[in-house]
């Protein structure tokens, strides 16, 4: 009984050094992580700054454009890393709030959003890594920016809806303004614009499509499921 009773207590032992050591391990991974979010983040602010100030060096309007919206792209890219290094799971992104501060951000950038009205529906506790994150908020401010830009209804003011709804796995993701929509005979998936081809080209790297319709107003639509490892 003796030599039982020690042995136990050995592998007892030896467990809990074991559970600790992996506990450590995750600890540090975890501050690792952090650590590289923080500097991502960092480093793609460098480059938002970096095209401020080649915007103001050249002052060509065309050209500023182009600039807005490449830094919204980037800046949709520092926030996540940004709300990763600030979250407790370093893994996985609050969906909701990462789009209300990245729509928020994206309306900044536009002088004349006094005359511009948005809401957001999504549903509560949905997570994605970041794979999935990064081209979902690209999406989103491409749909945006556009909306932002070119969306004008009747009354001289723009309104969008964003919704965002999960069912058995599969998500769609909807924007929907009051604007005057794509031109008769637009062909979506075929367009030269750079903010189309790019919208399509980040559906399929979450398994989705993109779908558009006019109903009183421009409605696209982006249903996917997100890929997993065994895909």
């Not at 964003?162 to 998500?171: H, I, M, P, V």
Request: with cysteine; net charge neutral.
């Amino acid at each position: 009984m003796g030599n039982l009773y020690k042995q136990r207590t050995k592998n007892a032992k030896l467990l809990q050094q074991q559970n600790e050591l992996i506990h450590a391990q995750k600890e540090e991974k975890e501050i690792l992580l952090k650590e590289i979010h923080h500097r991502v983040k960092n480093n793609l602010q460098v480059v938002i700054a970096l095209l401020e100030l080649q915007d103001n060096a050249l002052k060509d309007n065309q050209f500023s454009e182009a600039v807005t919206m490449s830094q919204n792209r980037i800046r949709s890219m520092a926030m996540i890393h940004e709300l990763l290094y600030k979250n407790s799971d370093v893994g996985n992104l609050d969906f909701k709030k990462y789009i209300s501060k990245l729509l928020e951000q994206v309306l900044s950038s536009y002088a004349n959003n006094s005359l511009f009205t948005y809401s957001i529906k999504i549903q509560e506790n949905i997570h994605f890594d970041l794979d999935t994150a990064i081209p979902l908020g690209l999406i989103v401010t491409e749909l945006f920016t556009n909306a932002v830009k070119y969306a004008v209804g009747i009354n001289g003011k723009t309104e969008v809806e964003l919704s965002f709804t999960e069912k058995n796995g599969a998500y769609t993701l909807e924007m929907k303004d009051n604007g005057q929509g794509l031109p008769d005979g637009f062909d979506l998936k075929n367009s030269k614009s750079l903010g189309m081809r790019l919208i399509h080209s980040l559906a399929k790297q979450v398994g989705g499509e993109v779908s558009y319709q006019f109903c009183e107003g421009a409605v696209f639509s982006i249903k996917f499921t997100p890929y997993t490892n065994d895909n």
